[in-house]
């Protein structure tokens, strides 16, 4: 059973604009949340990071929100640019785990 | 500094071939994991290892075995391959177990 979700496969938006990616959990045990970023035949790259001690979490462009009672996160990019066209994971942990549970991903195309 | 490099990048396999994915990183990370990506299904965990000399299994480890035999190699194996084991596979470091983890660039499996 899928422990993290991200329930939209692909996203379309206009360069400039605000980019939002959701993801959505069902593990009350999870504590710890990144994104990664994945272009064509390369490995995901760390993106940013969010504790459960925090709501909000910010580097440069990007900002990610995290809703304990909602059991849900989501990203924003903003503004929207062309390179940041990619595949987006969120994943999640819980500190007594050993891994990380992964999204389906979502696939972002950021049109010129 | 290289990070992590997987060897080979792609690979076609008869069915019934043993095969060893080969993964090493120059970070002096104490953890490793394997994942491999299906469409649909997002990055699944299939082993990892805390630090070197032990082993754990992760989502998906039937059919595949590790070993740690020091802190930079961690090789995945394929005792007999069969077709549904066609994959991307990544292998990821991270410092500690719960810490970000960061990828190689993959290796494209395909078994006929």
């Known amino acids: 059973d899928q422990q993290v979700k991200q329930n939209s496969p692909s996203l379309s938006v206009q360069e400039g604009r605000i980019s939002i990616l959701n993801c959505d959990y069902t593990?009350?045990?999870?504590?710890?949340f990144l994104w990664y970023k994945k272009y064509p035949a390369e490995g995901p790259t760390f993106l940013i990071s969010i504790s459960s001690i925090k709501d909000k979490n910010e580097d440069g462009r990007f900002t990610v929100f995290l809703n304990k009672s909602a059991k849900h996160l989501s990203l924003h990019i903003v503004p929207s640019q062309p390179g940041d066209s990619a595949v987006y994971f969120c994943?999640?942990?819980?500190?007594?785990?050993?891994?990380?549970?992964f999204g389906t991903g979502t696939s972002l195309t950021v049109i010129p | 500094i290289a990070g992590i490099t997987q060897a080979p990048t792609s690979q076609i396999l008869a069915a019934g071939r043993r095969m060893t994915l080969r993964c090493t990183q120059d970070?002096?990370?104490?953890?490793m994991y394997w994942y491999r990506q299906d469409l649909g299904l997002g990055l699944r965990l299939i082993h990892y290892s805390n630090t070197a000399g032990t082993t754990g299994k992760g989502e998906v480890p039937d059919g595949y075995s590790v070993s740690r035999a020091n802190t930079d190699d961690f090789p995945l194996t394929l005792a007999s391959a069969v077709p549904s084991q066609t994959s991307v596979y990544f292998c990821?470091?991270?410092?500690?177990?719960?810490?970000?983890?960061?990828f190689g660039p993959g290796t494209r499996l395909t078994v006929l």
């Open positions: 990821a470091s991270s410092e500690v177990v719960t810490d970000t983890q960061y």
């Open positions: 593990n009350s045990m999870f504590d710890y």
């Open positions: 994943a999640a942990s819980g500190n007594t785990g050993n891994q990380f549970y």
């Open positions: 970070m002096r990370h104490n953890a």
